[in-house]
């Protein structure tokens, strides 16, 4: 009887879900009017993308 219960009970909770939780904006996405719009973003875009490869444990030394 208690297999059936907590079979049960899982099954209530599973339905029930948390969408609420669960739907949320992406934090790393920008909307296309937001994105790289002119020379001076992209340029910024390029010395981001770049500067992660100057970490002298990542791409250095330390990397296996």
């Known amino acids: 009887m208690t297999i059936r219960f907590a079979l049960a009970f899982a099954l209530v909770v599973s339905l029930a879900g948390c969408n609420s939780m ?19 973003g992209a340029r910024a875009a390029l010395v981001g993308a770049y500067n992660a490869l100057e970490d002298s444990r990542y791409y250095g030394e330390d990397f296996v």
């Open 22 to 40: 669960l739907d949320q904006d992406p934090v790393d996405q920008l909307p296309d009017t937001d994105a790289i719009t002119n020379a001076q």
